[in-house]
């Protein structure tokens, strides 16, 4: 990144039609620099909900006992997502 905390990004074709559309009189944005700033804050957001998402799904089995727990080999994994695959 530059001193000045700058960052320089050439754009063409359909992604430049695409930006032009967002930005001026018939767009959101007012300028390019505010569009790409509101799609960093989107990716970000959406980052944090899918880990927010990951840590739900994977609560349940962290705060289990140890007796809920069942053994099974990478084998019967295996053969079992393959069984699943089967029958979809």
């Known amino acids: 990144m530059a001193a000045d905390n700058s960052i320089h990004v050439r754009v063409g074709g359909r992604l430049q039609t695409h930006l032009q559309q967002q930005v001026g ?4 944005y007012e300028n390019a620099s505010e569009y790409i700033r509101a799609l960093i804050r989107r990716d970000l957001h959406s980052q944090d909900e899918a880990w927010d998402w990951l840590k739900k799904q994977l609560e349940p089995g962290l705060r289990a006992a140890e007796s809920e727990f069942v053994a099974v080999s990478a084998e ?5 997502n393959q069984r699943r695959t089967r029958t979809r």
Do not use: H, P, S, Y
Request: aromatic share 0%.
């Open 76 to 80: 019967d994994v295996i053969a079992r």
């Open 25 to 28: 009189e018939n767009g959101l």
